[in-house]
């Protein structure tokens, strides 16, 4: 065991505060990067080095598994190793297990890994037939309630009041659903994740002998992530505790962003009015990021209601934070990805970039964008793109339409619309937020995608599955240490040296179902989160259309209105893109996609070499026969002109063509530089 002193070196003076305070109730608001875990294992090391605790009755609670295993390793390190380090739900099943089969008689309820089965049998009962998104939703419905404890009979009140909703049903079925599905699971002698909180919750306040056993247990309490806090989880820290005060808590309610799931972050606030004599500490002193991203993060919330402790750098000064704009999301992705590459060629392993967006379908531009530069990837917290189960049907049934010819004459757009309505999309996006609204999202970029296709000038669906296909082929690709991709909430206590946070526009961020002013401060938090990710580099970016050649509608989001230089250095491309981009033959303004990619109207006369582009064409056809692959796949048409154009010498003269990155340039550029020579 170490000496009490020795565990205190090397704390700063707040974080030492922590370490010292080792009688509670002790609250401390914790900035993001600040060393919150250090401070608390620290603390709880030291009162064990310092005899006032003993290891085995300490409980140290968090959230996830992750967070409890670090917990415990750095414990070990301290010589604190018999210290109890759980997420909420493990700390409870333990008892649960333990005092049920004494208490009642009988085995335990057998938890159940996934509510869905039992909700569609509850749902078939009361003639409901959902969709598999909204019996995710559903099931959504059901934690939130339960963890809030709202019963099945109140669901719909309390619902409305909250501003809960589910896609296509009204609050009263949802809550005879959720009643249903109770009556389920009770007959099938099951349990799910929010019962284990609630019946070990019921057992401590109905059994004093089982209570008094675990307060003899447990005499000391830390809790993690305190602003996440349910009010279950409340009701049964207070069972625990017994009327005791011994229990330290940290957290930051500026990153509060788990409301939707019942998070309360007033637990955290009004700690000091729960617990009289409270001991408050503020860790400030920032240790991930440079001033610069620390700067930004201060001035996101500077003066909102979600402002918290205002951080304090302290390593050395970084590079600015970058905010730009695009033309449209593909224009966006393709300028990150070229990022990234270029900061991986510096030095920077792959593992140590993120690209951060706000919903799971915006990755796929990202994916498409990083494996055209063989760039490596993950996706965390979802599954890749074309491995989402929606995103599989829609291929399928894509495929089948072109194989069919079912949508023959319809036009590209128009055949894909019409397919992917089948499976529910609306040129609508559905109101509330859930999984009904992450299926969308996902039907709606392959709309994107079929939209941008379009303009390019491919009009067949056959052409437009090939291309799904050779996307998700290289997409599929088996990944290493690579680029992480995530939503904003799956990035949570995560940290990179380069952050990309991309996406952020009005009706994005903040999401558009987001109205109320709560919501949309936690999509401010949302946001706060994400910045605080970077520890050496930083760049936020937002597109003014969803699709090449489309109008320029959106606004960066409002929370940038603090972080933007003078509005008129951020205004929409609008007519002066117009006035720069036209036709390098007549000078007209140039209309499509495909026209500004190739500089000159499609009616105007060639200005490159018409005998060297039959050339590449040829060669192109020969090529695309032997990968068995579309010929627009190795090069399409636009860049064959440029190359006939420019005439290209060397590797360095090939990368300065649009449509050729590294990865085309070390597949085909040895062979065209022959056919231009």
């Not at 401390?28 to 290891?55: D, E, N």
């Not at 619902?159 to 589910?166: E, K």
């Not at 074309?386 to 072109?402: H, I, N, Q």
Request: charged share 25%; glycine share 8%.
């Amino acid at each position: 065991m170490l000496d009490p002193a020795a565990i205190l070196q090397g704390l700063d003076p707040e974080q030492r505060q922590v370490a010292e305070a080792l009688r509670g109730p002790v609250r401390v608001l914790a900035g993001a990067g600040t060393g919150k875990t250090r401070a608390i294992t620290h603390r709880i090391a030291h009162g064990v080095a310092a005899g006032v605790y003993q290891p085995t009755e300490v409980l140290a609670v968090t959230f996830t598994t992750r967070a409890a295993g670090e917990m415990r390793g750095r414990l070990r390190m301290l010589g604190a190793g018999g210290v109890q380090a759980r997420t909420f739900h493990s700390a409870a099943l333990r008892q649960l297990r333990y005092f049920w089969p004494h208490v009642h008689g009988t085995e335990l309820p057998t938890l159940t890994e996934s509510k869905l089965g039992m909700l569609a049998t509850a749902a078939s009962r009361q003639r409901v037939r959902p969709d598999k998104a909204q019996l995710r939703d559903i099931a959504s419905e059901v934690e939130w309630a339960k963890v809030s404890n709202v019963a099945p009979d109140d669901y719909a009140r309390l619902a409305l009041r909250s501003g809960r909703s589910v896609s296509g049903l009204d609050p009263e079925t949802v809550g005879r659903v959720f009643g249903s599905y109770e009556e389920v699971k009770r007959s099938q002698a099951r349990m799910d994740m929010e019962d284990v909180l609630l019946l070990t919750a019921g057992l401590l306040a109905d059994d004093q002998r089982v209570a008094a056993q675990v307060r003899r247990q447990y005499k000391w309490f830390v809790v993690d992530e305190y602003q996440d806090v349910s009010p279950i989880q409340s009701a049964l820290l207070d069972l625990w505790l017994g009327g005791r005060d011994e229990i330290c808590v940290v957290g930051d309610p500026a990153q509060t962003i788990y409301s939707f799931a019942g998070a309360d972050a007033s637990y955290l606030r009004d700690f000091p009015r729960k617990h009289d004599h409270t001991t408050s500490i503020e860790l400030v002193r920032n240790y991930r990021s440079t001033p610069e991203v620390v700067a930004a993060a201060n001035d996101l919330l500077a003066g909102t209601p979600s402002a918290g402790v205002r951080l304090q750098a302290q390593s050395p000064a970084g590079g600015a934070v970058t905010y730009t704009s695009y033309p449209d999301e593909v224009a966006e992705a393709e300028a990150v990805a070229a990022a990234i590459a270029q900061v991986v060629a510096q030095g920077t392993p792959p593992g140590e970039v993120a690209v951060l967006f706000r919903i799971n379908a915006q990755s796929e531009a990202y994916e498409e964008a990083l494996a055209g530069r063989s760039i490596p990837y993950v996706v965390r917290g979802a599954a890749r793109f074309f491995d989402r189960a929606e995103v599989r049907e829609a291929v399928t049934r894509l495929r089948g339409a072109a194989r069919g010819g079912t949508t023959a004459g319809d036009g590209l757009l128009d055949a894909v619309r019409g397919v992917l309505s089948v499976m529910g999309w609306t040129p609508e996006a559905p109101a509330a937020r859930g999984q009904t609204r992450d299926r969308w999202e996902s039907l709606q970029a392959l709309v994107d995608q079929a939209a941008e296709l379009a303009g390019s000038g491919v009009d067949d669906l056959g052409v437009f599955v090939d291309e799904l296909d050779r996307r998700a082929s290289e997409q599929h690709a088996p990944q290493a240490d690579g680029v992480t991709l995530a939503t904003l909430h799956a990035a949570k206590g995560l940290e990179w040296d380069c952050v990309f946070v991309v996406g952020v526009c009005e009706g994005t961020l903040p999401i558009t179902y987001a109205e109320s002013p709560t919501a949309i401060e936690e999509e401010r938090r949302l946001l706060y989160v994400g910045l605080t990710r970077a520890r050496r580099a930083l760049a936020v970016s937002w597109a003014w259309a969803r699709n090449p050649g489309g109008r320029a509608t959106r606004k960066p989001s409002r929370f940038l209105d603090p972080l933007l230089p003078a509005a008129s250095s951020v205004q929409p491309p609008g007519a002066r893109s117009r006035k720069v981009i036209s036709c390098r033959e007549c000078g007209k303004p140039l209309a499509t996609g495909a026209e500004k990619k190739r500089g000159r109207c499609a009616d105007c006369p060639a200005s490159y070499d018409e005998t060297l582009f039959e050339l590449l064409r040829t060669w192109r056809s020969g090529q695309a026969a032997e990968e068995s692959v579309p010929a627009y796949v190795v090069f399409t048409d636009a860049t064959l002109q440029l190359i006939a154009e420019h005439k290209p010498r060397s590797a360095a003269d090939l990368l300065r063509i649009n449509g050729i990155g590294k990865a085309k340039l070390e597949r085909y550029g040895e062979a065209v530089l022959d056919l231009v020579g």
